[in-house]
């Protein structure tokens, strides 16, 4: 039975690529792969610099971020955030006013780290984007849900991510939480 479920926050949560995109008044194409420097022709090293405290905070969330969280909070004990952060001036502190804007409930719940596996085990849950992740948390007996992302390709118009969970875990959904349509639009954000 899972107890503790951690979720990814770029582009489970928040809209990372969009993010891109505004800044850069650029559109990515479907699956322009994980390396988001290599697909505006820049170098990752330059471009984290430029990722600031405000461009963090002014992420806008998955069109099924505020559902979702309803969702896993209403089936599952303890929820805790867990993303990655660059050790860069700007990233900790605009994630961290990013979720105090969108899910202030959360705040004090963020995990930042870039060894997500080490708190996997059996009872434990990871929903995120980055296969490696996913693998790795496996690896350590713990259930993970990959969630599609255009990173990777485009995105499949049925994908639910509340089916994704439903699968993983076998619990059923909460009653009277309305999770359809909620796979690429949801007008309540």
Avoid at 79 to 87: K, N, S
Avoid at 88 to 93: A, C, D, L, S, V
Avoid at 134 to 148: D, F, N, P, T
């Amino acid at each position: 039975m899972i107890q503790s479920v951690f979720v990814d926050m770029d582009m489970v949560l928040a809209d990372f690529i969009r993010g891109v995109e505004v800044k850069y008044g650029i559109q990515l194409p479907d699956g322009f792969g994980y390396d988001i420097s290599r697909a505006i022709g820049r170098n990752w090293d330059d471009l984290k610099w430029e990722l600031d405290v405000d461009f963090w905070a002014d992420l806008r969330p998955m069109p099924w971020a505020r559902l979702l969280m309803k969702f896993l909070s209403l089936e599952f004990p303890e929820v805790y955030i867990l993303t990655h952060a660059e050790p860069i001036r700007g990233f900790i502190e605009g994630k961290l006013l990013w979720m105090k804007t969108w899910f202030p409930e959360y705040a004090d719940k963020v995990i930042i780290t870039k060894h997500k596996h080490l708190l996997s085990r059996p009872t434990a849950l990871l929903i995120d984007d980055y296969p490696p992740n996913c693998k790795s948390w496996r690896a350590q007996s713990g259930r993970a849900v990959e969630v599609q992302s255009r990173w990777k390709g485009p995105v499949d118009p049925s994908y639910n991510i509340f089916d994704a969970i439903v699968s993983a875990t076998g619990i059923s959904y909460p009653t009277g939480l309305n999770t359809t349509g909620t796979s690429t639009t949801d007008s309540s954000i």
